[in-house]
């Protein structure tokens, strides 16, 4: 089946400028996260959903960082007013977690935002 | 407070030799897993093991290894017999429960292994 979808793939922006990047995750998996990677670093985690609830957003880096899901499928990573400092991979995952405690997570290919 | 270390930033091999991957963690919980991913020059991050602290047993998978050792919280990985294709950033990681039901992977900066022919 598909994997985990991401789009647009790159994204290039004028700073102050808000941008929105989507995730299609695997079909029947209930916990979607979201990670940056900045250039030549690990990845940096960002928010946590399970279903179309955000239980954990402690990584999100600022409140010009918002995510949303709907019908317990797709989400959107909305950076508002954009920052160079937010140029960075933005990754999304997900997996099935019913009483999967350890299932792996499942990544897309990101997106690659560059604010200029 | 949950952390992942890699400290080797960069390895550079020759094919055909074998090459270890460090990783140490820290954590307070009792029952956490830890994992292994790759990361090729395309980007996507590739699974490759998950483990879970009440079983330390080693793991062989063709050329691969790993060592779980909860004495040192080490979750080192070897590659046997490297081949270029092996050229990646690896990642290690730590999911616990510790606080909630989140279940985040918790990543090491990652090690860029260079295989050269």
């Known amino acids: 089946g598909a994997g985990v979808s991401q789009s647009p793939s790159n994204k290039v922006t004028e700073k102050g400028k808000d941008v929105e990047l989507r995730c299609d995750p695997i079909?029947?998996?209930?916990?979607l996260y979201w990670y940056r990677q900045r250039l030549g670093q690990g990845l940096e985690f960002l928010i946590y959903?399970?279903?179309?609830?955000?239980?954990?957003k402690s990584g999100l880096p600022s409140d010009r960082f918002s995510a949303e899901r709907t019908g317990e499928s797709v989400s959107t990573l909305t950076i508002q007013r954009t920052q160079q400092e937010d140029s960075a991979v933005y990754l999304c995952?997900?997996?099935?977690?019913?009483?999967?405690?350890?299932?792996?997570?499942?990544f897309g290919n990101g997106t690659r935002l560059t604010v200029t | 407070a949950q952390k992942v270390t890699q400290a080797q930033t960069e390895i550079s091999v020759v094919e055909k030799e074998d090459v270890t991957l460090d990783c140490v963690y820290e954590t307070r919980d009792t029952t956490y897993y830890l994992f292994w991913y790759k990361q090729p020059p395309s980007g996507e991050l590739v699974f490759l093991i998950r483990r879970n602290s009440f079983d330390e047993q080693n793991e062989i998978s063709g050329r691969y290894s790993w060592n779980f050792q909860k004495s040192t919280s080490s979750f080192n990985f070897t590659i046997t017999a490297s081949q270029v294709v092996d050229s990646a950033v690896y990642f290690c990681a730590l999911s616990t429960n510790y606080g909630g039901a989140t279940n985040k992977l918790i990543f090491g900066t990652g090690t860029l292994l260079a295989v050269q022919p």
């Open positions: 959903f399970q279903g179309n609830s955000a239980p954990d």
């Open positions: 995952a997900s997996r099935w977690s019913f009483g999967s405690y350890n299932s792996p997570l499942h």
């Open positions: 079909s029947g998996h209930t916990a």
